[in-house]
């Protein structure tokens, strides 16, 4: 139950951290400021998070088809696994054999992980694009290594950090094919 819950803090967290604004982190890329990017992608890879309290680690399978989203997250050794379904406005997280569901995902975050986190903007994050409104405030993001997707330039890397936690996304597949 504890890794259970551990695991949907971590997963929860890589999916959704975020805050209402964001700066590069310096001598980093600067985020592209919401540019056209893909509509439909995959990428699977590896996530690292820590706050003042815990470490986190595992590996990830995210498919997007416009603001609709299928993450699974998988914990460290294959132990565990995570699904996250959702869209704009509603989500279903499955852990074992619980569901939860909502049509205000920012709310079922908080009441299982104590964070409020923007739902929107790690999926423009993970592509490398930004909001022109959030570039400031108090996450500052990091992106690195970009490769070349179709016709979009997509990183590899992406570093995320505030006061309180930091978080590694280290993308080790793309694909714009979700079939």
Not at 83 to 102: L, P, R, T
Not at 103 to 119: K, S, Y
Not at 167 to 179: G, K, P
Request: glycine share 10%; net charge negative.
């Amino acid at each position: 139950m504890l890794l259970c819950r551990a695991l949907l803090i971590a997963g929860l967290s890589l999916l959704f951290i975020g805050c209402s604004s964001i700066n590069p982190i310096s001598g980093g890329a600067a985020p592209q400021v919401l540019a056209e990017g893909p509509e439909t992608w995959r990428a699977q890879g590896r996530f690292a998070y820590a706050d003042e309290e815990d470490r986190q680690n595992g590996q990830f399978d995210w498919r997007q088809r416009g603001s609709n989203y299928q993450v699974r997250l998988f914990g460290p050794l294959g132990m565990g696994s995570v699904s996250i379904i959702g869209s704009a406005d509603k989500v279903e997280i499955q852990s074992g054999e619980q569901s939860y569901f909502s049509t205000q995902p920012d709310l079922l975050f908080f009441e299982l992980t104590g964070m409020h986190i923007p739902i929107a903007e790690l999926s423009l994050w993970m592509t490398g694009k930004v909001r022109e409104e959030n570039q400031t405030g108090e996450w500052q993001i990091f992106f690195d290594q970009y490769q070349e997707v179709g016709e979009f330039q997509l990183p590899l890397r992406i570093d995320l950090e505030n006061s309180q936690s930091s978080m590694r996304i280290a993308v080790s597949e793309w694909s714009l094919n979700l079939d």
